[in-house]
């Protein structure tokens, strides 16, 4: 149990009215998680209010609601303890943090924010530290790993409250460090405002979530916010535009990381590119690193860079950086090789323009000679429609031959989708994409119709197993149906 007056000292909070409890049991801000003793924070949400929620919190047992002065001055008739701030986001994370002891404190913390790379880089400073004995728990849009066990993850960045919950149980797994990916949504609502971070980094920035967002300048302070909290180090992409107000906006030492230029504290060369990987040195503060990353692609290279980079800061030792690196994983859907046949399948998550539009000249710069690069990708429903068109453009003009699908359609027509999609279409591309919105018919095309110096992308799901439709959420595994397409193939060839 923790006493109030300890979980709301210093804060722009205070107590409305009589006392009614001098404890609480949990933090929570989703009332089917109340038990009896809860603290129930009724925050504003995107898509509903957590006041609607405070008759329903105090049914099941809460001690005490967190509030707006205007909710408190409605409970006033109720025997419930009642603390009002005028944001209950950031003060409820705070109360959160302190709740599970601070434990953002007693780790090493790493955040990792940009439209592109976070789940690659937070795979791969996991992996480093895990290689060279240091023990590391991670939190991101795959795995949630606290140090002992690894469960499939529901969003980015979970709730502040499980964010606290989840490092307490990393500190008491003995991990010295954790990793986390920090999106545009959790940023601007506050999720990780409470935290103390070691290192920030910052990937780029590209068109998404403009529907959430509004604008791309609006987009781009989410982002920024992750370096109100980093007190070490800002690891930033300088070959990224929005870079430079992101280094101006840090507080902390700022690392630069550039490709293919000496421009900065830290850079990549790449040398040699092939299916199965890429021949890179790293220059940076640990000297020359030269090794094969068994990592398709050149965002990958970057991606590594800023990695080696963060696991440098926190002291690992260019020997067991390089020895690490040479046999890194690729996390799940993240160009996963799917299985070998007459063609080369990837399996990627770019579901962005500029993701996809550097996941597949990535994949054109190793293109078997005389090979073409089948594309099969979609747009999904309910989110930034903005991006459709410039998704339908590069498909049809970096790939050889594409298809357009479906990808998460939820509320929304396919077909509309898929009219928005291909209106990105130049005219003489229009010929070499085909038009299939079931996404499994696709799939199957796409590896049907590849030769055997071919190579198939099927982007946009990467690590998903299922698909979000209007009515229903179905099993959906774009590796699963690939390998099922070439099974298919051996059979009737």
């Known amino acids: 149990m923790h006493t109030l007056t300890a979980l709301i000292e210093g804060l722009d909070a205070r107590i409305d009215g009589e006392q009614f409890a001098s404890s609480v049991s949990s933090v929570v801000q989703h009332s089917e998680r109340v038990t009896k003793g809860a603290l129930f924070i009724a925050r504003s949400g995107v898509r509903r209010d957590g006041a609607a929620f405070i008759e329903d919190a105090i049914a099941k047992g809460a001690a005490c609601i967190l509030c707006t002065p205007g909710v408190a001055s409605t409970l006033r008739h109720i025997n419930i303890t009642v603390i009002e701030t005028y944001d209950p986001c950031k003060i409820g994370a705070i109360i959160a943090e302190r709740f599970h002891g601070n434990p953002s404190s007693k780790l090493a913390l790493v955040g990792v924010t940009g439209t592109n790379g976070k789940t690659t880089i937070t795979w791969l400073v996991r992996h480093l530290l895990t290689h060279s004995g240091v023990k590391c728990g991670m939190l991101g849009t795959i795995t949630c790993d606290d140090g002992i066990a690894s469960k499939q993850s529901t969003l980015t960045t979970p709730s502040f409250c499980d964010i606290g919950s989840i490092l307490h149980t990393m500190v008491d797994n003995g991990c010295k460090v954790a990793v986390m990916e920090c999106s545009s949504h959790a940023l601007d609502q506050g999720r990780v405002a409470a935290l103390d971070f070691d290192i920030g980094v910052f990937t780029n920035l590209s068109g998404d979530h403009l529907d959430y967002h509004g604008s791309a300048d609006s987009y781009l302070m989410a982002k920024m916010r992750l370096f109100d909290s980093v007190s070490g180090s800002a690891v930033i992409n300088m070959d990224d535009p929005s870079s430079w107000s992101v280094a101006d906006y840090a507080t902390a030492k700022v690392i630069s990381c550039r490709t293919e230029s000496d421009a900065a504290a830290a850079w990549v060369e790449i040398i040699a590119e092939k299916m199965d990987g890429s021949h890179i040195r790293l220059h940076g503060g640990?000297?020359?690193?030269?090794?094969?990353?068994?990592?398709?692609?050149?965002?990958?290279?970057?991606?590594?860079?800023?990695?080696?980079?963060?696991?440098?800061?926190?002291?690992?030792?260019?020997?067991?950086?390089?020895?690490?690196?040479?046999?890194?994983?690729?996390?799940?859907?993240?160009?996963?090789?799917?299985?070998?046949?007459?063609?080369?399948?990837?399996?990627?998550?770019?579901?962005?323009?500029?993701?996809?539009?550097?996941?597949?000249?990535?994949?054109?710069?190793?293109?078997?000679?005389?090979?073409?690069?089948?594309?099969?990708?979609?747009?999904?429903?309910?989110?930034?429609?903005?991006?459709?068109?410039?998704?339908?453009?590069?498909?049809?003009?970096?790939?050889?031959?594409?298809?357009?699908?479906?990808?998460?359609?939820?509320?929304?027509?396919?077909?509309?989708?898929?009219?928005?999609?291909?209106?990105?279409?130049?005219?003489?591309?229009?010929?070499?994409?085909?038009?299939?919105?079931d996404r499994k018919s696709a799939i199957q095309a796409a590896i049907h119709a590849a030769s055997e110096c071919d190579v198939v992308v099927i982007a946009g799901k990467g690590h998903e197993k299922n698909q979000i439709l209007k009515d229903k959420v179905v099993p959906f595994d774009d590796v699963n149906i690939a390998k099922e397409a070439i099974l298919n193939l051996g059979r009737h060839s």
Request: proline share 6%; with cysteine; charged share 25%.
């Open 286 to 437: 640990w000297g020359t690193i030269e090794l094969v990353l068994p990592l398709l692609g050149r965002h990958n290279a970057t991606n590594a860079l800023q990695a080696v980079v963060v696991a440098h800061e926190l002291g690992v030792s260019k020997t067991a950086i390089t020895d690490a690196l040479a046999c890194a994983p690729s996390p799940p859907g993240r160009l996963e090789r799917v299985q070998e046949g007459k063609s080369a399948v990837f399996v990627d998550f770019a579901h962005t323009d500029d993701a996809l539009e550097q996941m597949l000249w990535s994949v054109r710069q190793v293109l078997p000679k005389g090979g073409k690069l089948h594309v099969v990708f979609g747009c999904g429903g309910d989110r930034d429609a903005s991006k459709r068109p410039r998704m339908g453009r590069i498909a049809s003009t970096v790939g050889d031959v594409a298809y357009a699908t479906s990808d998460n359609p939820r509320s929304e027509d396919p077909e509309v989708i898929l009219d928005q999609v291909l209106a990105g279409v130049p005219e003489d591309c229009k010929n070499f994409v085909h038009r299939i919105a």
